[in-house]
């Protein structure tokens, strides 16, 4: 992790040496970050670790020689503390092997734009990859260790952390007809690592809404499904809500629920991003006040930025409850820290903790 009085240090990784420049020019204008190698494959990326001190690895996943999958677990090993940021191309294989990198170790994973050109004018994908590199890189607040806070009788509990006062409150009166998850960085990880867990043992609809483009969250639900074993898809515009199935948010389309006769049915809706997220939690968590009332539990995980606050202040005022992944385990404390701080939560735990958490609260 970068020491805040130096510049995060980066080393860049792809066959293309003009995509290297161009990835190193976004990354340079802002002073908080020095690229400090540029190399062709993941050969000489592990030659250029032991070199060179780095904070963050930039990774492409397609090279000749040595391919990103393929030196990963190689620098995850050689360096266990490392950042990898994965570099994919927007296709379905290029999806599926960032997911997987994940689970090896990488961090996060950027979508390069398609072309050069495209790549010089996309001001989304720049200001995206500079906050990323910023928040992994050590820059959005070091993660502390803490132990969890809990309700004492009825009243609410305050718990002292590094940065802040955790206020606690009382879980919402009304068992719960849905679950909702909001999570974007770290995200896929985290949601890997709770849902066998969650589905094992309730028969709420699952809904997700994680920060991804599109191909991403199809590829997302299908794993989804292989670690359930429950159903799950994308969702579809005019699917029905049914218990026991897990829907994920496709990118590029906010998720929303609406009532219609005895059904509760999903809306998928091409309104502007919000929080600079499209599909953001904000969004799907008033429509499901909108179509559950009070009804309503929501698990806030690992995330950069604040999208799932407003939202979870309206599930709160319904009477609704709320649960957020504590900062020691979070890849990055924005999404869950924000509901944490604000004094929304029922609870604020580890992740090996979330589980037997929601399982409790849904019964």
Known sequence: MANVSEPIKVMVVDDSAVIRGLFTQVLESNDEIEVVESVGDGALALKALNRSKIDVVLLDIEMPNMDGLTALPQMIKAH????VIMASSLTERNADISLRALRMGATDYVTKPSSRQALREADDFKRDLVAKVIALGGRG????GRKSAKPVNGTAAVKETNSSILEL???GSIKPAVLA???????PQALAK??????DNISLPILITQHMPPTFTAILAKHLQQASGWPSAEAEDGDVVEGGRIYVAPGGFHMLVETSGVDKVLRLNDGPPENFCKPAVDPMLRSIVDAYGPAVLVLILTGMGADGCAGSKVVVDAGGTIVAQDEETSVVWGMP???AT?????AVLP????GPKICRLAV
Request: aromatic content about 0%; hydrophobic content about 35%.
């Open 351 to 354: 992740l090996p903790e979330i």
């Open 169 to 171: 409150r009382d879980a």
């Open 337 to 339: 820290g924000a509901v």
């Open 80 to 83: 266990p503390d490392l950042t």
């Open 181 to 187: 998850i909001g999570s974007s960085t770290g995200g």
């Open 342 to 346: 604000n004094g929304l939560c029922n």
């Open 194 to 199: 709770c849902i066998k867990s969650i589905t």
């Open 141 to 144: 607040g070091a993660p502390a």
